[in-house]
């Protein structure tokens, strides 16, 4: 009844090519955004800063940078744990060896330098496609992961071979480092999630989106019609690491605080982020989200049921858990293969017309 | 259809001569060479797919390549669009030679094409698919993508001006927001010829438009494609092989059979060309 665009007329291509063209959706965004940004900062603590939100908001951002590679581009990768990898050990690097600069500084070029290695490992891309790339994409994962292992000058030549985050500050409040703040931590992650996600968008709705698409969907045709794959293959593959380095940087920096390479970013982090985007809807901003926040609040819901609400022992609960995680994996994707964005769509275009059945 | 009679009548009674630039019955103006193969021999391996052809292309009219399946007919075509690089002879293209390129490349020179087993974005929307055609008009940066910022919006509003103006022609308002993958054959054979319209093409090559369609389609598809030569003045190379189709549409036909060109001219002299007949009805063997 109330969502539809009926009545709602659009007098401009601008308007006709806005984000959220209904009205009540455009609504429900500023009301997400409002939540976000004015009351979740005063209200949260540090069991929900560290155990939903900002997991949340980083693994959204790699998300993001995935789908851009595999939803949009239709490049298959298995290394986002390796490039993640990359970005925490670039921003690492960088706020060791200059401390004075500001920590965004260090977190935006941590980004540029995954990008630039993106970009290296996506060149057998344009000879490969589909399983293979996958295998050549892997083998990043295992070169890098093994890289900052063997090689003491990622790790500032410590003795545990162990990065640690020192403490920096943003307009006189520490975002990284053992005493930051819950609010500071999960301000931080909300500001780049946001700034990214809106950037996403844009890339995605114009020139650029609509080349990568193009190449994803018929990449013949796409040439034929002007793509040059080269240039459209390789900005995929940087933008994407972009996204997924600064994830990284992220995630050592102010989730973590301290790492270790096969640990942290190692080849289960690749699947973790794979599942979210292919459980959240491969080729949609609102998937990437959702199958973040569905691989991040999932096991902490359950967890909280099975030990919380049963009393059940922690270690039989976090076996169960993840059994009960897999099942519902094959169980989303047998009801909707093309994961809860398209969910999402559905419920969306059946709510247009409800009441009504036509 | 009424154009389409008189402009088969006009072509039997006035043969196109062979100076460069005159005006058809219709009152189309039919230019100089715009498009030369010279002497073009494409082999796969052992397979020789295409042997010593030379046609030209002039400029605003609508030629027809035909010709018994397998006789190289969509091989010419990948030539012309530089998916395929003859190992023999020589494109020119507007007085210049054109060197081996890769297609996309071709594509900015002005050529578009439409394929026999439609080539569409399935994952994309009808308008999507169409604004893909104008990919190389559009220069904004990649900051400017990124932040949807003045010059970037600005872009896409113009071209999707021009979008729409192909959409109104093309009679399609009412699916461009359906994804593509959701259209029936015909009227995805019709976002095609969009597409390939976007682009403002001088050359529009057509591999078999009306292939697999009813004949009240393949109508509309005729009256699309003698608009477009007609309003946009796009010269138009097709393959068909509706022969009914082609004769009436097309001011030239070349007629291939096993790789080779047996026929070249207006259809009434393909028509009554002894090697054409017997490549289509076939030849005793005695």
Known sequence: MIYREAGDFKTSYRD????????????????VLAVAFGIIPF??????????FVPLLIYAIAALGLNILTGYAGQVSLGTGGFMAVGAYSVYKLMTAFPEISIVIHILLAGGITALVGVLFGLPSLRIKGFYLAVATLAAQFFLVWLFNKVPWFYNYSASGQINAPERTLLGHAVTGPATSAPAKYLICLVFAFVLAWVARNLTRGTLGRKWMAIRDMDIAAEIIGVNPLTAKLSAFAVSSFFVGIAGALLFAVYLGAAEVGEAFGINKSFLVLFMIIIGGLGSIFGSFAGAAFMVLLPVLLKNVLVGSFGWPTNLAAHIELMIVGALIVFFLIVEPHGLARLWALTKEKLRLWPFPH | MTRMQTQSQSQSQAPLPAQDGHVTADGRQIGGVMMEMKNITLRFGGVVAIKDISFDIRQGEIRAIIGPNGAGKSSMLNVISGFYHPQEGEVWFKGYRRGPMKPYEVARLGIARTFQNIALFD????????????????????????????????????????????????????????????????????????????????????DEPMAGMNVEEKEDMSRFILDVNDEFGTTIALIEHDM???????????????????????PDEVRSNQDVIDAYLGVAHD
């Open chain 2, 123 to 206: 994952g994309m929307s009808v308008l999507d698919n169409i604004m893909t055609g104008r990919l190389n008009r559009m220069k904004s940066g990649f900051l400017a993508q990124a932040l949807w910022w003045g010059p970037a919006e600005r872009e896409e509003n113009l071209n999707r001006e021009a979008v729409e103006k192909i959409i109104d022609f093309l009679e399609i308002q009412n699916i461009r927001k359906t994804p593509v993958g959701r259209l029936p054959y015909g009227l995805k054979k019709r976002v095609e010829l969009a597409r390939a319209l976007a682009a403002e093409p001088q050359l529009l090559l057509l």
């Open chain 1, 43 to 52: 209200l949260i603590n540090d069991y929900w800063a560290s155990a939903v």
């Open chain 2, 244 to 266: 009914g189709v082609v004769m009436d549409l097309s001011d030239r036909v070349v007629v291939m059979d096993y790789g080779r060109k047996i026929g070249d001219g207006t």
């Open chain 1, 16 to 31: 006709d090519g806005q984000t959220f063209p209904i009205r009540l959706d455009r609504w429900g965004y500023y009301a």
